[in-house]
């Protein structure tokens, strides 16, 4: 019987253990990847076209039920995900859209070296969900103020969306739009603390999956007025189908 249980991880920062000297685009030596995806095949179930061969066949020197890994040069990751955090897989079909070379490895050919993990930007980037109906107060939420202020940081990075498909309005540049998905309140705490920047985790999603995510971290814990709220909004946008949010 086959073995398909991961031992890495999406996010895991990992080295070849038979490094081939690869390039990243700015020219410079690098041997570090990051895993991005693991689907549950094997190394002899998974093809690769450009050599019409299969991961096991290209790695005769492990096992051939061996589970892969999915991996991005950090380069290239940088450079088209600088957001990801390893929170979720990316998706292959996403992989292709974009313009970065993926590749396949047996598991067992990999050495993981660290994580991927929270990323700080400008916390001015970073927006509401259109469908957050939860306000803030300063005199209700002084406490948690104060305690953001005393750590230098929120007690969790927020998780955001990061929508590649985002397009700027007066330049037309196509850029990674950073919209909330869990931590409204940790980001408003922090813009009243005066932070410049924060450590967010960082999402690249449908919009679909977002919107299932975000639903899936509040609308439990609204109560009748914000579901009321939120409601509306989610129909505004996904029209009937705003039913499987709920």
Same mark, same amino acid.
């Given at each position: 019987?086959?073995?398909?249980?991961?031992? *890495?991880?999406?996010?895991?920062?990992?080295?070849?253990?038979?490094?081939?000297?690869?390039?990243?685009?700015?020219?410079?030596?690098?041997?570090?990847?990051?895993?991005?995806?693991?689907?549950?095949?094997?190394?002899?179930?998974?093809?690769?076209?450009?050599?019409?061969?299969?991961?096991?066949?290209?790695?005769?020197?492990? +096992?051939?039920?061996?589970?892969?890994?999915?991996?991005?040069?950090?380069?290239?990751?940088?450079?088209?995900?600088?957001?990801?955090?390893?929170?979720?897989?990316?998706?292959?079909?996403? *992989?292709?859209?974009?313009?970065?070379?993926?590749?396949?490895?047996?598991?067992?050919? *990999? +050495?993981?070296?660290?994580?991927?993990?929270?990323?700080?930007?400008?916390?001015?980037?970073?927006?509401?969900?259109?469908?957050?109906?939860?306000?803030?107060?300063?005199?209700?939420?002084?406490?948690?103020?104060?305690?953001?202020?005393?750590?230098?940081?929120?007690?969790?990075?927020?998780?955001?969306?990061?929508?590649?498909?985002?397009?700027?309005?007066?330049?037309?540049?196509?850029?990674?739009?950073?919209?909330?998905?869990?931590?409204?309140?940790?980001?408003?705490?922090?813009?009243?603390?005066?932070?410049?920047?924060?450590?967010?985790?960082?999402?690249?999603?449908?919009?679909?999956?977002?919107?299932?995510?975000?639903?899936?971290?509040? *609308?439990?814990?609204?109560?009748?007025?914000?579901?009321?709220?939120? +409601?509306? +909004?989610?129909?505004?946008?996904?029209?009937?189908?705003?039913?499987?949010?709920?």
């Amino acid at each position: 019987m086959k073995n398909h249980e991961n031992d *890495l991880s999406f996010g895991d920062i990992v080295t070849d253990k038979e490094p081939p000297g690869h390039k990243g685009r700015d020219g410079s030596d690098t041997d570090r990847a990051v895993v991005v995806n693991t689907p549950p095949v094997t190394a002899e179930e998974w093809d690769v076209p450009s050599r019409r061969a299969t991961v096991a066949e290209e790695n005769p020197q492990y +096992r051939s039920d061996s589970p892969i890994a999915i991996v991005v040069f950090t380069p290239d990751l940088d450079s088209e995900f600088q957001y990801y955090s390893g929170v979720a897989p990316l998706k292959l079909t996403r *992989l292709e859209r974009s313009d970065v070379d993926y590749y396949a490895f047996p598991q067992p050919r *990999l +050495r993981k070296v660290g994580s991927r993990g929270p990323i700080e930007v400008d916390i001015n980037q970073i927006h509401p969900s259109p469908y957050h109906s939860r306000t803030f107060s300063i005199s209700d939420n002084r406490q948690f103020i104060e305690d953001i202020i005393a750590r230098g940081k929120p007690p969790k990075p927020p998780v955001v969306w990061a929508n590649r498909n985002h397009t700027h309005t007066y330049t037309r540049a196509q850029s990674d739009s950073l919209t909330l998905l869990d931590g409204h309140k940790r980001v408003w705490a922090s813009h009243v603390a005066g932070f410049d920047e924060i450590q967010i985790l960082g999402m690249y999603l449908d919009d679909e999956t977002a919107t299932r995510v975000w639903a899936n971290r509040h *609308l439990d814990s609204y109560n009748r007025t914000e579901t009321n709220c939120a +409601r509306n +909004r989610l129909k505004n946008k996904w029209g009937e189908s705003y039913r499987q949010f709920f």
